[in-house]
């Protein structure tokens, strides 16, 4: 079965000398117009009867716009499809007592399967004339799991609630103060509960054009949760978090019952602990997407991650493994500079941090709660903040990716990013857009991108796998120890998902306090006895995966989670 996708937002024709496409088909040369101009968009259209799939259309375009791929008869039609070469779904997620979780890369369909199962949007089973009977789409669905279901939601006897992945846009659609909003949204009456499960407290009297990121995510999340309903559908809540307010939140979800949860999460350690069973997605971003057999948590995330569905005998991509460490020998990276304990006081919030050093090649995690001074020590690091003190001149240069990227109305190829970066981000294709117009994936790439390609005495990335589904952030890690080492140099990461400092860091500075009131860091530890630190704080303990070696959170009050409290391990590094 052969499929031609052209991504609409890649594709500009104008740019790549008006159809380069069309004029390198050489069966449109031959006389069979299987490609062409669609009027209507502007952009190519190519039939799926008549392309030989040669593939050299999708080899000459230069944005990588154009997808022919053959799949596998088996796979059947799509359950839903958007428009001529547009995107397709094969399969939906099953609903199951307990919570569903959706794992896979970015633009396979996780968000439209939501969405389908909301009621927000009706499959049309790949036909793109007039509009699909329900009794067709339930006959599709005949005899699986899934069929009542639909039934259900056909006849309009399910509510489903649906939190959105992108919360930065809610102020625009959503006004007035957070107390007010909570409320209308408790029809079940028991928002008080949530809100301080949530820690929602200080934010009740500020309206929405006031709230910051993570309170915008808590937000939503409550309103999501306060509502009747029978279905309840979560898109990536645990972004702006951190990692004590994401565990905060798996416990809530949790703890819902009566209701069919789903649940989209990139950061692997929260998915692991929130759900009771996985679908796996795969296929190719905005070219097709494919649901797996529902699995058990564990094996569906270590299948995911070995990249091959044993009940299906598909092996979709090359396996990720976790490599378990021993205890670093920190000789052979040298000191690269030493700084001393510094203190800055604000109006209403202060940091402590003690002395320490930065070895190279050296990756540093910096872990703690969400305003407790992490930013704030690195730019007295690089000079942008004075201690008190007086200013401490460390005669460092700092290259600093910051936590929330404002794009300037300019082309990705006008900043200065060294071609082989390029090429190692995968941002080649991104070069004619502007950054305006670029997805908060993208966005994120081309500023580390640009990040490193500075020359710079250390490195410093906040928050660098925002936006990035599960398998970006695990090549960005590859990426930066490959840099690290291969330029002996110094990096700085600054992260909420546990999974990614874990993966990466020769060492961990560890920061505790009361969020926006003080904060406080001893000197970097070494990465078992920094993790422990943290866990503790964040009242969780960690084992490893025997399979995988990936870290996974013990479910509270777990035999494992009982053992490893009474001889004070929370992490088994």
């Not at 205890?327 to 000191?335: G, M, Q």
Request: hydrophobic residues 40%; contains cysteine.
């Amino acid at each position: 079965m052969r499929i031609a996708v052209v991504d609409f937002e890649r594709c500009r024709p104008k740019d790549c000398g008006n159809f380069l496409c069309v004029r390198v088909c050489p069966v449109l040369k031959a006389g069979v117009e299987c490609i062409g101009e669609n009027k209507e968009t502007g952009k190519p259209f190519i039939s799926e009867e008549l392309c030989t799939g040669c593939g050299i259309c999708p080899k000459k375009c230069p944005f990588q716009a154009i997808t022919i791929i053959n799949l596998p008869e088996s796979i059947g039609d799509p359950v839903h499809r958007f428009g001529l070469n547009g995107f397709r779904l094969h399969n939906l997620p099953t609903p199951k007592e307990g919570i569903v979780g959706l794992v896979g890369a970015n633009g396979i369909g996780k968000s439209t399967a939501l969405k389908i199962l909301s009621g927000e949007l009706k499959p049309n089973l790949g036909f793109l004339e007039g509009e699909v009977d329900w009794r067709r789409i339930i006959e599709r669905f005949r005899g699986q799991e899934i069929q009542n279901y639909l039934e259900q939601l056909s006849a309009k006897n399910i509510k489903a609630v649906y939190k959105p992945q992108y919360v930065d846009s809610l102020p625009k659609h959503v006004k007035g103060k957070v107390r007010a909003i909570l409320k209308k949204a408790d029809e079940e009456g028991r928002m008080d509960s949530i809100v301080d499960q949530l820690d929602l407290g200080s934010a009740l009297d500020k309206s929405m054009d006031e709230l910051s990121g993570g309170e915008l995510q808590r937000v939503a999340v409550a309103a999501a949760l306060g509502r009747k309903s029978d279905v309840v559908l979560l898109d990536e809540p645990s972004s702006y978090l951190d990692v004590k307010e994401r565990l905060k939140l798996a416990r809530l979800v949790r703890a819902q019952e009566g209701k069919n949860v789903f649940v989209v999460e990139h950061d692997l350690v929260v998915l692991d602990y929130l759900s009771d069973w996985v679908h796996v997605f795969f296929g190719e971003h905005g070219v097709y997407g494919i649901v797996s057999n529902s699995l058990g948590v564990r094996a569906g995330i270590n299948e995911y991650l070995s990249g091959f569905l044993t009940s299906e005998n598909m092996r979709f991509r090359q396996s990720i493994k976790f490599e378990v460490r021993p205890p670093k020998d920190s000789t052979h990276r040298v000191v690269r500079f030493e700084y001393p304990s510094m203190s800055k006081t604000y109006d209403g919030f202060s940091v402590d941090v003690g002395a320490g050093v930065i070895r190279a090649p050296e990756i540093l995690g910096i872990l703690g709660p969400n305003a407790t001074g992490k930013t704030t020590f690195v730019k007295m690091l690089a000079g942008a903040v004075k201690p008190d003190g007086g200013e401490v001149d460390l005669g460092l240069s700092v290259s600093y990716k910051p936590q929330y990227i404002q794009p300037q109305d300019m082309p990705v190829a006008a900043l200065r990013i060294k071609e082989d970066l390029k090429t190692l981000f995968g941002i080649n294709y991104l070069l004619e857009r502007n950054l305006t117009e670029l997805s908060g994936g993208e966005l994120q790439k081309v500023a580390v991108a640009e990040c490193l390609s500075k020359q710079a005495d250390v490195y410093l990335l906040d928050e660098p796998s925002a936006y990035l589904d599960i398998e970006e952030r695990l090549k960005l890690a590859k990426h930066l120890k490959r840099f690290a080492y291969e330029n002996a140099t110094s990096i700085m990461v600054v992260d909420h998902d546990i999974l990614l400092i874990d993966y990466l860091s020769d060492a961990l500075l560890v920061f505790e306090g009361e969020a926006g009131v003080s904060g406080r860091a001893q000197a970097p530890l070494p990465p078992r006895e920094g993790m422990n630190l943290f866990l503790k704080q964040m009242d969780v303990t960690f084992r490893r995966d025997p399979d995988t070696g990936r870290p996974r959170a013990n479910k509270p009050g777990s035999v494992k989670d009982r053992e490893q409290r009474a001889a004070g391990e929370y992490y088994y590094g």
